[in-house]
């Protein structure tokens, strides 16, 4: 089964920072890669799906790159509410698999 | 608006059957493309995704868990159902059912609120 790894496993930056998550793939998976937020104690929602595709609703500031085997998920200006958990996710084919999670903290 | 919500025991003890109903309203689980996934999140854990259930009643399941799961549909209340054997203390967790993006793939939004079920004697 393809296993997903998503570095650094925390972070922490400045309001305004550009924040770059990064995921990777055992194996190739196309662009079938999703990201998820966490926020704390909330239900994981929606960012980008096909690697780059905005989910409706989400700011412009997430954005997404990548294929084959190695993803990132960049905040281009952090702010305050984007404190949270963001999990990969890919879904070429079942089983589906997430990272472990990056939780993003403001310094 | 699409929404989903977990019922079910909150507490259930090892070696017993837990079964959790996702009562969702906002679409119809016999239109083509729909599915609804079972996600699970151990307390300050990663997801784990369990299985997905599809409109035509196609189904997939985490291999590491397939001997004790099940995921059936009810069409006419617009709920499926997660059944998972054995349970065992390292089940405890957050369970989410989650609306499958039509035509997109395995990918899930939105989600249900969770239920946090606990397996303890």
């Known amino acids: 089964d393809i296993q997903m790894t998503q570095s650094p496993s925390s972070l922490s930056a400045s309001v305004g920072d550009r924040v770059t998550i990064t995921c990777r793939a055992s194996q190739g998976i196309s662009i079938y890669l999703a990201w998820y937020q966490q926020r704390p104690g909330e239900v994981p929602k929606l960012l980008i799906y096909g690697a780059a595709t905005l989910q409706s609703g989400v700011p412009s500031r997430f954005s997404g790159s990548g294929s084959g085997t190695d993803f990132t998920l960049t905040i281009s200006s952090l702010q305050p509410e984007d404190v949270a958990t963001y999990y990969c996710q890919k879904y070429n084919r079942a089983p589906l698999a997430f990272g472990q999670g990056t939780k993003v903290e403001i310094k | 608006q699409i929404t989903l919500k977990e019922s079910g025991p909150t507490l259930v003890k090892p070696t017993q059957t837990l079964t959790l109903t996702c009562t969702s309203s906002g679409f119809s689980l016999s239109t083509s493309g729909v599915g609804v996934g079972w996600i699970r999140q151990p307390p300050g854990k990663a997801l784990e995704w369990l299985g997905v259930i599809y409109w035509d009643d196609d189904k997939f399941y985490s291999p590491s868990l397939k001997s004790r799961l099940t995921i059936t549909k009810d069409t006419s209340n617009n709920q499926v159902v997660l059944t998972m054997t054995n349970m065992d203390p390292v089940d405890t967790a957050t369970y989410y059912c989650?609306?499958?993006?039509?035509?997109?793939?395995?990918?899930?939004?939105?989600w249900g609120q969770g239920i946090l079920v606990t397996v303890s004697s």
């Open positions: 989650a609306y499958r993006l039509p035509w997109v793939g395995m990918v899930f939004d939105p």
